[in-house]
């Protein structure tokens, strides 16, 4: 991504990123609608009452897996091959420590956390069942995030799709035989999208012992260098707080949801996974974004940089308006896939959140751009403070209206929270490009 037209460039890996995003939500959505359909409401919202704690604990597993990939993608831009290899074998070490601490605690802590997020008693056995299954399976969902950063870091973004697709194909069969054919449940949902996941990780692990030669270990690669594991940890643990600060943040409203009753929490996980899937444009280009300036910046090319990110913006702004519209005018038929539309009284939960939020959609995309580019120069600090100053946003507004005022008041929680997000990200990438210009002056001098 050194060479060649920004845009052309940039689109064309953000597409497959963006088809993966959608594929890789697929597994819970799919869950969703399946339960939705065949269980019911309950059902429904058992599982999307789920979905904020999933992406605190995948969003962590995730953030750490795309930090590590940036110094991957920079030794790459660098061609510092040996040194690639090094870090992808220290990187693998460090989420297979992650990943497993990860799976002991959740599984320990699984009923009192549920508790905390005032999970319905009616519900707890579905949903601790659930997520049980889901913490089983995380060295399986770390095994993909790490291969899949790997091949994004070299510039591919198309094969981790299509390896997605095999599997939210396997995962949409099994859903429907194991809840329609084999009765069990909400469990049988949290099965599928574990074994699907498998499947995906081993396609992947298939695929760069084929295709990439260049990503081959050796055992020397695995040696222990001073400083190795640091400099992913800088960059990978601020991205996973990152992530699991904004997760902590959703699961806080998910919490305050909860009080209003099952109707609500049915009605909010279904605007929330669209929302999701019109987001993930958004998601689509940060990501890009963070390899697309890894590898600028790993090559010297800053001026590449910041072009890319400039055009970046405007297809940013062009997305949020067409969501705007979108959410505005069609959130409420969308909500049909995930219920039948004779539950009025939970279409009107999803309708009444999309008109409170559909606003601020463009500061959600801007949030993905700053936080990404940023994290692509090697400054990991800042864009997790934007996810402070998010977590914090909805925080306040969750103490202040929560179990207060109408559920509208609870929806304003999200548009708070991106506007705060961009607070420290914008200004401290514009004095990052700003320090940069005037050191190339002082160099040209």
């Keep these: 991504m050194t060479v060649g037209n920004p845009v052309r460039l940039i689109i064309q890996f953000m597409i ?16 969703s609608i399946v339960a939705g359909q065949f269980i019911g409401v309950d059902a429904l919202a058992a599982i999307g009452s789920t ?10 597993l995730n953030g750490l897996s795309s930090g590590f990939a940036i110094i991957v993608a920079q030794m790459f831009g660098a061609k510092k091959y040996d040194d690639m290899r090094h870090f992808v074998a220290m990187s693998i070490y460090l989420m297979f ?22 999970s319905p008693a009616d519900l707890m056995g579905d949903v601790a069942g659930y997520m049980g299954i889901i913490y089983a399976g995380l060295l399986v969902t770390a095994a993909y995030n790490t291969l899949a950063a790997f091949l994004r870091a070299l510039g591919d973004s198309k094969s981790p799709l299509y390896f997605l697709i095999i599997s939210a194909g396997i995962n949409v069969v099994l859903d429907i035989v194991l809840i329609r054919f084999a009765g069990m449940g909400v469990e049988g949902c949290a099965y599928a999208t574990v074994i699907a996941q498998g499947v995906s990780a081993i396609c992947c692990l298939v695929y760069i012992k084929k295709k990439y030669p260049i990503l081959h270990l050796e055992k020397k690669n695995f040696e222990l260098r001073k400083g190795s594991m640091s400099k992913l940890m800088i960059l990978g643990i601020p991205m996973g707080l990152q992530f699991s600060i904004t997760a902590i943040g ?10 209003y009753g099952s109707v609500y929490m049915a009605g909010f996980s279904a ?16 990501a890009t974004m963070a390899t697309y300036v890894g590898q600028n910046r790993g090559a010297g090319k800053m001026d590449r940089v910041k072009a890319g990110m400039k055009y970046t913006q405007i297809m940013v702004l062009i997305w949020s308006v067409i969501t705007m519209i979108i959410m505005f005018f069609f959130g409420k038929y969308m909500t049909w896939l995930f219920i039948d539309k004779s539950q009025t009284d939970v279409i009107n939960v999803s309708v009444t959140y999309f008109h409170t939020v559909f606003w601020a959609y ?12 940023l994290q692509g120069l090697g400054y990991g600090l800042v864009p997790m403070l934007g996810g402070v100053f998010e977590l914090a946003a909805r925080s306040a507004i969750v103490m202040f209206v929560a179990g207060k005022t109408s559920f509208a008041g609870v ?15 914008i200004p401290y990438y514009i004095y990052v490009m700003k320090k940069w210009s005037r050191g190339k002056k002082e160099t040209a001098a």
């Design 16 to 31: 497959p990123m963006f088809l993966g995003n959608v594929f890789q939500q697929f597994y819970n959505i799919v869950d």
């Design 51 to 60: 979905g904020s704690l999933m992406f605190f604990v995948t969003g962590w």
């Design 97 to 118: 420590g992650f990943a497993a601490a990860m799976t002991i605690g959740f599984l320990v802590f699984n009923v009192p956390i549920l508790r905390l997020m005032n």
């Design 250 to 259: 959703t699961i806080i409203v998910q919490g305050a949801v909860n009080i």
């Design 271 to 286: 605007a929330g996974k669209i929302q999701n899937i019109i987001a993930t444009v958004f998601v689509a280009f940060g």
């Design 362 to 373: 463009p500061f959600l995309g801007s949030i993905f751009l700053y936080r990404n580019g």
């Design 411 to 425: 929806c304003l929680a999200d548009p708070a929270a991106w506007i705060a997000a961009l607070i420290p990200l």
